[in-house]
């Protein structure tokens, strides 16, 4: 049945099916539908629980705490002579010390953005959310600059299954990490400590009451409370803190302690397990904890063996329904070890809040505020093909740009604890890679 | 409501049970020396070892996944600390000398050398000839997987769930 002519006229009726291309007309060939993306916000830990420190202009470039300290008690027992004996005398001294810091800076950078998509792309703002993507990064990058510092710095480790209570005293302390974890608590110490040890226990409740006693075996003052006991033959009246990740602490439910004495109205159940542990630690959740995984393909021993795993990851896959979606690091998920951290009060490290930029520098932004800038060159080609960088004079390029200057001194590396502990989910189950 | 509470919380249970791995029971026959049994982080649940008519025999499980029973350490820095005394000692304005000794404690940096090390043992258990121990109940989570040293040939058996 041949189709006739469209348009055409004076067509015999019922003598063709005349059915119109389907595509014939124009259509979009999608409709794009805009989401903003969720995600938890990030929020700062460590500077609200750490004390503060100013740092302002011309006061050179290392900083140097200074602290009084007491004389020791040396007695454990007092035998002073009768009356009729001359007198023994003590003799009381006290001291000072010091601690060195130095303020840091560190830099935020978005690729350059051309005018060009932001006048005819589908999804507005995308300016806007870098800018306030750099904005988390920057509050995270200032938290885990804190954490990293009291991790390295800090004197005592514990690993709860380590002979004795834990704490492992021969942790290195009072040097900055770094990246290659050739430094501070570096990765061939924790290496040969988590090799050594037998079975590496979970944050147990145990562990924590351990790590309680240490801190007050070293005179650390409490994060909170009056540091009297509540009565007679009662526990003191004080509480440190306990930076924890959310699935350590969600593991409390199922601690063997906690079943063995729990009362009998506990509804862990449906409410699950809540409160103070044994009325002296609060715990303060830590989205991102930070976590220790060991690589197999590595010789147990060697540096590489340990690798911190970074908590996020995009999916590259094309194929992938998601690709392009940020979504949690397996090797993070699936790290084998984390770190929690007991925080005594008393501000025993404090961040640095470094003041205005010189005079004449008013105009240079370092507080870790984003701003938005058209002052960059931009690569052009010359006769000669060579890349040559004329400057951005029709403001067709911009980038958004974050300095910020930070910095912590450690006045008390005794008065935060960290323990290194071996993972587990659910009803004691270990994570395992 | 309640009821469509319960079986919600009823079948998140189940995925939760559904996600762990079955128990498996692993048997082997070995010999003296150390031998590698799982290459897998495992959380063992019992463990059973019979010796055999060669003789009685010791068998010491390690968290590997190497046969062997050492591992090679890098160098690595650790802190020490000693009880000491410090003298200090001047001359004071009217010429005289003057000497304090303060009693303390010092603090330093040791460095410890390469060296190889033998894996932390995570259990012990021996056997009669022709005899068999067990089994024994036990809660043992390993991270890299299980080796075994035997002193004379032995069957270990153990019940594990693996982890990953």
């Known amino acids: 049945m041949s189709a006739a002519t469209l348009p055409s006229i004076d067509n015999q009726a019922c003598t063709s099916w005349n059915e119109l291309d389907r595509d014939f007309y124009n259509k979009l060939p999608y409709f794009f539908q805009a989401k903003q993306a969720e995600h938890l916000k ?55 010390r010091s601690t060195s810091f130095a303020p840091k800076h560190h830099k935020f950078e978005s690729p350059m953005f051309n005018f060009l998509p932001s006048f005819q792309d589908f999804l507005k703002n995308s300016i806007e959310f870098t800018l306030e ?13 804190a954490r990293s510092y009291v991790f390295h710095q800090s004197r005592y480790l514990m690993i709860p299954g380590a002979p004795g209570d834990g704490v492992l005293t021969d942790a290195p302390w009072g040097a900055e990490g770094n990246s290659a974890g050739t430094a501070g608590k570096t990765n061939t110490y924790l290496g040969a400590k988590l090799n050594g040890i037998a079975n590496v226990g979970p944050l147990s409740l145990n562990a ?31 509480m440190y803190a306990l930076v924890i ?74 194929n992938a329904d998601n690709c392009g979606e940020t979504i949690p690091n397996p090797d993070y998920v699936n790290a084998e070890y984390e770190v929690a951290f007991l925080v005594s009060g008393g501000a025993p490290y404090e961040m640095l809040r470094v003041g205005p930029p010189p005079k004449d520098f008013g105009d240079m932004p370092w507080n870790g505020r984003v701003i938005m800038t058209d002052d960059v060159n931009v690569p052009c080609t010359d006769e000669g093909g060579n890349t040559v960088w ?19 001194v450690g006045t008390q590396k005794r008065g935060i604890l960290p323990i290194l502990f071996r993972r587990f989910r659910g ?7 | 409501m309640k009821k469509l509470l319960k079986s919600l919380i009823a079948v998140g249970l189940l995925c939760v049970s559904m996600s762990v791995n ?11 020396g150390t031998s590698l049994c799982l290459a897998f982080p495992l959380q063992i649940s019992s463990i059973t070892v019979a010796g055999t008519s060669a003789g009685a025999t010791t068998v010491t499980l390690f968290d590997n996944s190497a046969a062997s029973s050492t591992y090679t350490n890098a160098t690595y820095t650790t802190t020490t600390s000693y009880t000491t005394n410090m003298t200090s000692t001047i001359t004071n304005s009217a010429g005289n000398l003057q000497t304090n000794t303060f009693v303390g404690v010092f603090t330093t940096t040791a460095s410890v050398a ?36 035997a002193s004379t040939n032995a069957t270990l058996t153990v019940n594990y769930r693996r982890l990953n």
């Not at chain 1, 993507?133 to 600059?145: A, E, G, L, S």
């Not at chain 2, 932390?120 to 036990?138: D, E, M, N």
């Open chain 2, 22 to 32: 079955a128990q498996t029971t692993f048997s082997t026959n070995l010999s003296a």
């Open chain 1, 208 to 238: 924590i009451n351990l790590a309680c006693s240490h801190l007050d075996d070293q005179r650390m003052r409490p994060f909170s409370g009056s540091e009297l006991p509540n009565g007679d033959s009662s526990p003191l009246n004080s």
């Open chain 2, 114 to 149: 390469a060296n190889t090390n033998t894996w932390p043992s995570l259990a012990v258990y021996s056997a009669g000839a022709s005899s068999v121990s067990g089994p024994f109940t036990v809660n043992l989570n390993t991270v890299r997987g299980l080796a075994v040293t």
């Open chain 1, 42 to 96: 990030t929020w700062s830990i460590w500077s609200k629980l750490l004390g503060e420190r100013k740092w302002d202009q011309n006061m050179g470039s290392t900083g140097k705490v200074i602290q009084k300290q007491f004389s020791p008690v040396l007695r454990a027992h007092a035998f002073p002579n009768a009356l009729t004996d001359s007198a023994k005398k003590d003799l009381v001294i006290t001291r000072e």
């Open chain 1, 390 to 408: 004329d400057t951005n004079k029709y403001k067709e390029y911009l980038q958004l740009i974050s300095h910020l200057t930070t910095g912590i």
């Open chain 1, 133 to 145: 993507n750099i904005n988390d990064q920057v509050t995270r990058f200032n938290d885990v600059m």
């Open chain 1, 245 to 318: 990740g959310s699935d350590a602490y969600n593991q409390f439910m199922y601690d063997p302690f906690l079943l063995e004495y729990k009362q009998i109205d506990l509804n862990i159940l449906t409410k699950g397990f809540k409160g103070n542990l044994f009325g002296r630690v609060m715990c303060k959740l830590e989205d991102m904890p930070l976590r220790i995984k060991l690589d197999s393909t590595q010789n147990p021993g060697a540096a590489a063996y340990i690798t911190w795993p970074a908590p996020e990851t995009v999916e590259l896959n094309p």
């Open chain 1, 427 to 433: 009803a004691r189950n270990p994570v395992a890679a």
